[in-house]
């Protein structure tokens, strides 16, 4: 696999991507009971940004390097709060020099009785995942293929908890691929949260792809997306979440984020929203 995420850690996709991923993990930890996350796609864990591949890159720049000292309004900086502070705990002097991935974030967000299994695929990101997780009784990183990892650990012994889905998208089909093995995880685990990250680069396809999941019968799903206006040039230009058994609070909660996040990221730009509940296209 030829993927490296240090090229694009931090970028707007990112950005909105762990910040909802917060907001749902915010809405568990409301009740007493234990829950675990698993994280089937999980990457190294934490980008130095000032890395060769990072700074080629430079996605980061126009992501959290935008949002990160932003003056949001009240209610979009109350919502960000755990996000924007898990980030902070690895820049302590303020400075932005490293950047968290989901692994990182959620164990920023774990009480103590909580679990997080992480996957990682690649030789040399998994190495590097289990190093930056390494003596956290909480977490377990396993070398193994996401999607495989996706039907061996649900539905997990708490019974609460999300799984994030977050591949590549490398290979064919590979945005097919992830609708049907949702469809087959939520069959699975039918009360289990599910987040799905996809990128937004041909609205056609996405907008073909969302009508066919339609038929796969979700619980409470929820569509979340934040993209450019542009041409289908092949190029990303949005971000978009599939949220399976998505938490009350949040189609209210990205109301509020996605245009707060869209004014930061994009200052001088349009922007184009959508938060709805699947079926809805």
Known sequence: MNYRHAFHAGNFADVVKHALLARVVMHLRK??????????HAGAGLTDLASEEATRGGEWQDGIGRVWRYPFAPDAAALLAPYLSAISSFNPDGVLRAYPGSPLLI??????????????????????LSRNVHG???????????????NAYIPPKEKRGL?????????????????????AAHRKWPTGTMLLWYPIKEPREIARWSRGLAALAFSKALQIELSRPGGADGKLRGTGMIVV?????????????????????????????????????
């Open 107 to 128: 164990r920023q967000w774990l009480r103590d009785r909580d679990r997080l299994i992480v996957c990682e695929y690649e030789p040399g990101a998994a190495r590097l």
């Open 31 to 40: 009740k007493d009971t234990p829950f675990r996350v698993i994280d089937t």
């Open 136 to 150: 956290d009784a909480r977490i377990k990183a396993i070398e193994i293929d996401g999607w495989t990892a996706l």
């Open 163 to 183: 799984v994030l889905i977050d591949p590549p998208y490398e290979k064919p089909n590979e945005l097919q691929h992830a609708a049907e093995a949702l469809g």
């Open 245 to 281: 058994n998505a938490p009350w609070t949040l189609k209210e909660e990205a109301q509020i984020l996605l245009p707060a996040l869209a004014k930061a990221l994009w200052p001088s730009e349009n922007s184009e929203i959508r938060v709805a509940t699947l079926p809805d296209r």
